[in-house]
């Protein structure tokens, strides 16, 4: 069976939602020290290239709002009264002047009522409702003000009211009447419990032409009306004192009976019993000089309360906050189609990323990035630090990649030269793509043809280093050190997967750290650079692969500030204490021993530092490189590449550049 909705707007055609562009994003803040949920939610406020953030829909919702208060006030209705009173005073006074048969004694007292009456719209109109009219048009002015009421009262609660009773027989406003008894006396039998479905459904068989938003059930019913109830509370609640007086005293002649008042303030009641929660005491400063009537005033404080919703929801401030909780129908009341569009773009988004394996909830309960996501996010920064390593002059395209050795599981396409074996299956897969597009050509082409690569099989134990001191933090290398690990981490998770990495974090003490850990690691504002407890670290790491060949990547801005005491406990100083660079250069003597390459990457340009790194990097002949922050990936994968190279029975020299660097 078919089913069908009223189309919401939107490309129907448009791509599912691509999560790349936020993976991104949120790595990217991840990294700079947010929690993967904070990171998600600062990203959805932005919103991507293809649509408004949340920000955006929010600023729209509150430029709403203030244009609502900015342009209305809520005299419409008084002023509608006050135009048809002058209109049938100014009628009878025309009429009297006029009437030659009347007694002068007659006209004067007439006269006189009509120059005394009060200056308030209310009084006046109270003062004249046992006036003897001998104008009809003054009668029929004075009549209309008593159905302007009646209309906008019942307008009040009942939207469209004012239009559908406009010339009401008095048939229709009996009918009236018995509507609103009749519902007082269903509201009332439901609060008491005693109420049955078919009471509803006898009620709405009868007075359902009143409720075009058809309600299904009695509690439908129920909401429908409070919510409109409690923005007419709200309207008088946001009218002055004088506007309150003037409203009050007039209602008792709507429709000329004080009976449509009683069963109002009945409704009104019964609805507050049964729905305290609505906001009955909330009011709205209207400020404009375009005036509105009982029954729109009402609406705009329906408006300006689904905005202050939508805003509520738009935030997302609250606990356990979705973006599936926005209400897009709302939203598109308010806003337009577009509006909509966009956030259900955001919850698309957001479903995304929570069920596509992007992210994940640990046993602590905190949501972080699935290894999934982080190999995407490490490829995307690998891409990176190809091109920057590409841009490098001097360098050698290398289209030879390992081609003695073990296969590495990735292929490209075959260009003259190659010597590698044929990827049967992915040649023939290019051969039918192609040919789909053009069945007269060749079963298969030089174009088809895709080669394996292969990787040479000395293995590298490496250890990477990275220092994750206040200085890291204070001077802006926080997000590229984690984004050099992640790199490195990469590169070497699917392009040398024979290789061992080992992640160290040194700040006043040192860590051995996973990547997932290191890179939503916060900003550590202790002060210390531990490289002695670093490189104990990696010299265990080192022995631990006694047969791989060491590579020893040191990232640091500072000399070393601290170092292990043989009890364990750490000991720092400032300026460096000479026990600390002896116990560093011990460590460092010992990764020498072991046969580690060694490059030290150096951050910024201390003096002191540089002569301190010199001194270590000639100890232990490394190498020293000072990369700008932003080339700091490209450096560190650089020197790693560079370092296989002169172990590896392949030839690896050249993969700074082009093709060679091969990104998965």
């Given at each position: 069976m078919s089913r069908y909705r009223r189309y919401d707007g939107g490309d129907p055609l448009a791509p599912p939602v691509d999560i790349a562009e936020a993976l991104d994003a949120i790595g990217e803040d991840v990294m700079a020290g947010y929690s993967p949920e904070r990171a998600m939610q600062e990203f959805l406020r932005r919103g991507g290239k293809d649509g408004d953030g949340l920000d955006d829909l929010a600023r729209r919702v509150a430029e709403r709002r203030r244009e609502i208060l900015q342009r209305h006030n809520l005299d419409g209705t008084l002023q509608e009264v006050r135009e048809l009173l002058d209109k049938a005073v100014l009628e009878e006074r025309k009429q009297l002047a006029r009437d030659a048969m009347m007694d002068d004694g007659d006209r004067a007292f007439r006269e006189m009522r009509l120059d005394n009456l009060s200056p308030s719209t209310a009084a006046a109109v109270t003062e004249l409702s046992d006036y003897d009219w001998q104008s009809p048009e003054a009668a029929a002015a004075y009549e209309q003000i008593k159905d302007l009421l009646g209309r906008e009262l019942?307008?009040?609660?009942?939207?469209?009211?004012?239009?559908?009773?406009?010339?009401?027989?008095?048939?229709?406003?009996?009918?009236?009447?018995?509507?609103?008894?009749?519902?007082?006396?269903?509201?009332?039998?439901?609060?008491?419990?005693?109420?049955?479905?078919?009471?509803?459904?006898?009620?709405?068989d009868k007075h359902g032409?009143?409720?075009?938003?058809?309600?299904?059930?009695?509690?439908?019913?129920?909401?429908?009306?409070?919510?409109?109830?409690?923005?007419?509370?709200?309207?008088?609640?946001?009218?002055?004192?004088?506007?309150?007086?003037?409203?009050?005293?007039?209602?008792?002649?709507?429709?000329?009976?004080?009976?449509?008042?009683?069963?109002?303030?009945?409704?009104?009641?019964?609805?507050?019993?049964?729905?305290?929660?609505?906001?009955?005491?909330?009011?709205?400063?209207?400020?404009?000089?375009?005036?509105?009537?009982?029954?729109?005033?009402?609406?705009?404080?329906?408006?300006?309360?689904?905005?202050?919703?939508?805003?509520d929801q738009l935030s997302q401030s609250y606990g356990g906050a979705r973006l599936d909780d926005v209400d897009l129908d709302k939203l598109a009341r308010q806003l337009g189609d577009q509006a909509a569009v966009d956030a259900r773009r955001l919850q698309e988004l957001e479903r995304a990323l929570r069920k596509t394996g992007t992210m994940e909830r640990g046993f602590d309960g905190e949501l972080r990035l699935t290894p999934k996501a982080m190999r995407q996010l490490g490829k995307a920064l690998l891409r990176d630090v190809a091109q920057r390593l590409s841009g490098r002059q001097g360098q050698r395209e290398l289209r030879q990649a390992g081609a003695a050795g073990d296969l590495s599981g990735?292929?490209?396409?075959?260009?003259?030269?190659?010597?590698?074996?044929?990827?049967?299956?992915?040649?023939?897969?290019?051969?039918?793509?192609?040919?789909?597009?053009?069945?007269?050509?060749?079963?298969?082409?030089?174009?088809?043809?895709?080669?394996?690569?292969?990787?040479?099989?000395?293995?590298?134990?490496?250890?990477?280093?990275?220092?994750?001191?206040?200085?890291?933090?204070?001077?802006?290398?926080?997000?590229?050190?984690?984004?050099?690990?992640?790199?490195?981490?990469?590169?070497?998770?699917?392009?040398?997967?024979?290789?061992?990495?080992?992640?160290?974090?040194?700040?006043?003490?040192?860590?051995?750290?996973?990547?997932?850990?290191?890179?939503?690691?916060?900003?550590?504002?202790?002060?210390?650079?531990?490289?002695?407890?670093?490189?104990?670290?990696?010299?265990?790491?080192?022995?631990?692969?006694?047969?791989?060949?060491?590579?020893?990547?040191?990232?640091?801005?500072?000399?070393?500030?601290?170092?292990?005491?043989?009890?364990?406990?750490?000991?720092?100083?400032?300026?460096?204490?000479?026990?600390?660079?002896?116990?560093?250069?011990r460590?460092?003597?010992?990764?020498?021993?072991?046969?580690?390459?060694?490059?030290?990457?150096?951050?910024?340009?201390?003096?002191g530092l540089a002569r301190f790194i010199d001194s270590m990097a000639h100890r232990a002949d490394g190498t020293?490189?000072?990369?700008?922050?932003?080339?700091?990936?490209?450096?560190?994968?650089?020197?790693?590449?560079g370092s296989r190279s002169r172990f590896s029975r392949g030839s690896y020299g050249d993969w700074f550049g082009g093709r060679g660097f091969w990104v998965g």
């Open positions: 019942l307008d009040q609660r009942f939207a469209g009211m004012k239009q559908a009773l406009e010339g009401a027989t008095d048939e229709d406003r009996a009918a009236i009447q018995e509507m609103l008894s009749d519902l007082n006396e269903l509201l009332e039998k439901h609060a008491a419990g005693a109420d049955t479905p078919e009471d509803f459904q006898q009620f709405m032409d009143f409720f075009p938003e058809n309600p299904q059930n009695i509690d439908e019913l129920i909401d429908a009306m409070a919510q409109r109830s409690a923005a007419a509370q709200r309207m008088l609640n946001s009218m002055t004192p004088e506007q309150r007086a003037e409203l009050m005293q007039l209602s008792a002649q709507a429709f000329g009976s004080p009976q449509l008042m009683e069963q109002l303030a009945r409704l009104d009641g019964n609805l507050q019993s049964m729905r305290p929660g609505e906001d009955w005491g909330g009011s709205e400063r209207f400020q404009g000089d375009q005036g509105v009537g009982l029954g729109d005033g009402t609406g705009m404080l329906q408006d300006l309360a689904d905005l202050d919703s939508l805003a990735a292929t490209r396409q075959w260009e003259f030269g190659d010597t590698e074996p044929w990827d049967i299956p992915r040649t023939i897969l290019n051969g039918v793509l192609r040919r789909s597009g053009d069945p007269s050509g060749p079963r298969l082409s030089i174009e088809d043809v895709e080669v394996a690569e292969t990787e040479a099989r000395t293995q590298a134990a490496v250890a990477l280093c990275v220092d994750t001191s206040f200085s890291m933090a204070m001077d802006g290398r926080w997000v590229p050190m984690k984004r050099t690990a992640l790199a490195l981490h990469t590169l070497i998770g699917t392009r040398f997967r024979g290789d061992s990495l080992e992640l160290i974090g040194f700040g006043r003490h040192a860590e051995v750290m996973e990547i997932e850990q290191l890179t939503a690691l916060d900003a550590r504002w202790a002060k210390g650079t531990n490289l002695h407890h670093a490189l104990l670290l990696a010299n265990r790491h080192f022995r631990k692969h006694p047969n791989a060949q060491p590579v020893l990547l040191i990232v640091t801005d500072g000399e070393p500030t601290s170092h292990l005491e043989p009890d364990g406990q750490v000991y720092f100083n400032y300026p460096p204490h000479p026990m600390t660079i002896a116990l560093a250069v460590e460092l003597d010992n990764a020498r021993r072991l046969g580690a390459q060694t490059t030290f990457f150096r951050l910024g340009d201390d003096p020293v490189i000072a990369p700008e922050t932003d080339d700091l990936g490209a450096a560190v994968v650089g020197s790693y590449l």
